[in-house]
């Protein structure tokens, strides 16, 4: 199996730009997924592949990739945008077993 | 439209088992796989298995295996998650979500509510 990190807690002022991050090995094989999740609600799908956002999603969601790092960036966090994020990603076990990071808490200040 | 929707909270005393369900409408239900995931309280999201719904067909984590049983009726185009040998640790909110599988990522676009599992004596 493979493992995901993320920071447990990141903090963006009002309409600035924040990047959280999620490193892991499976990541260099594939594209992470993102989820938000807000208190007492299940997660909600911001972001899958390379950069794709489902519909719905405001376009100051995106995301990227480099080696073994995935990362989601807001540009121009909104209040509404405060919630916990988590990556997922299949691991490298070839089982189609998957990963999910710890979660990062998003402080909008 | 799409949705998942999940059978009611459960209170189980150690030991016992629970199953949940999963109603899946709006989609065609072999088209997709199906994972559950489960969240303890103020903690992160844990990823228990896979199920195919169009063979049946299912993969678990290896934290699970041998305790959870993953199983789906097509005529009701419903999953099922049943755990069994349950234990304080087990309390938790259960959810299903339907899986995107592509070459190179898993996406789980939609999710159930979540059904909550109280473990306690």
């Known amino acids: 199996s493979s493992e995901l990190t993320q920071d447990p807690a990141v903090s963006v002022a009002l309409g600035q730009t924040v990047r959280i991050t999620c490193q892991g090995d499976s990541l260099r094989s594939y594209y992470a997924s993102w989820y938000q999740q807000k208190p007492g609600q299940a997660p909600v799908l911001v972001i899958y592949?390379?950069?794709n956002r489902p519909s719905g999603i405001p376009d100051r969601f995106s995301g990227s990739s480099s080696g073994n790092t995935a990362s989601l960036t807001i540009t121009g966090a909104q209040a509404e945008d405060e919630a916990d994020y988590y990556c997922n990603s299949r691991d490298s076990s070839g089982n189609h077993h998957v990963v999910f990071g710890g979660g990062t808490k998003l402080t909008v200040l | 439209q799409v949705q998942l929707v999940q059978s009611g909270a459960e209170v189980k005393k150690p030991g016992a088992s629970v199953k949940v369900s999963c109603k899946a409408s709006g989609y065609t239900f072999t088209s997709y796989y199906m994972h559950w995931v489960r969240q303890a309280p103020g903690q992160g999201l844990e990823w228990m298995g896979i199920i195919n719904p169009s063979g049946g067909s299912t993969s678990y984590a290896q934290k699970f295996q041998g305790r959870v049983t993953m199983t789906r009726d097509t005529s009701t185009s419903t999953v099922y998650m049943e755990l069994s040998s349950l234990r304080s640790e087990d309390t938790a909110v259960y959810y299903c979500?339907?899986?995107?599988?592509?070459?190179?990522?898993?996406?789980?676009?939609?999710w159930g509510q979540g059904t909550m599992v109280t473990v306690s004596s």
């Open positions: 592949g390379k950069n």
């Open positions: 979500a339907r899986g995107w599988y592509r070459a190179d990522y898993d996406a789980f676009d939609i």
